[in-house]
């Protein structure tokens, strides 16, 4: 049984930074490419970005180009979301997801396996 688990949220400053981990439990982690997304109550889950198994290659949504990145490091199990220059639109829960296997998608449905989410609050 997979499991993800994401740390690392938290109430942050405008203009502040995070760096949230997600650790995949399993044996085949670098077989599925990655995503994390978000949502904020009463809203839909928004993706955020995905990264492909290897990590060379990834992909964001417009609103966190050029502020998030994502990464991940195979060996450990583990992918991030470095974010930076973070605005009080920013604040939602925060879920890392398990791809189905192929090429990096950002539709929800799409991902098979969620965490259970870590809260990023910004205030201005």
């Known amino acids: 049984q997979v499991q993800l688990a994401e740390s690392g949220g938290g109430p942050v400053p405008a203009g502040g930074s995070l760096r949230p981990p997600c650790v995949y439990s399993?044996?085949?982690?670098?077989?599925?490419?990655m995503g994390w997304f978000r949502q904020v109550l009463g809203q839909e889950r928004e993706f955020v970005a995905a990264i492909t198994r290897s990590g060379v290659g990834a992909t964001y949504a417009d609103s966190v180009k050029g502020r998030y990145t994502i990464s991940r490091d195979n060996p450990k199990n583990a992918v991030y979301l470095q974010m930076y220059s973070l605005k009080p639109e920013d604040t939602a829960v925060y879920y890392c997801a398990r791809g189905r296997r192929g090429v990096v998608r950002v539709e929800a449905a799409e991902y098979d396996s969620w965490g259970q989410g870590t809260q990023v609050t910004v205030s201005s």
């Open positions: 399993g044996r085949t982690f670098s077989e599925y490419f």
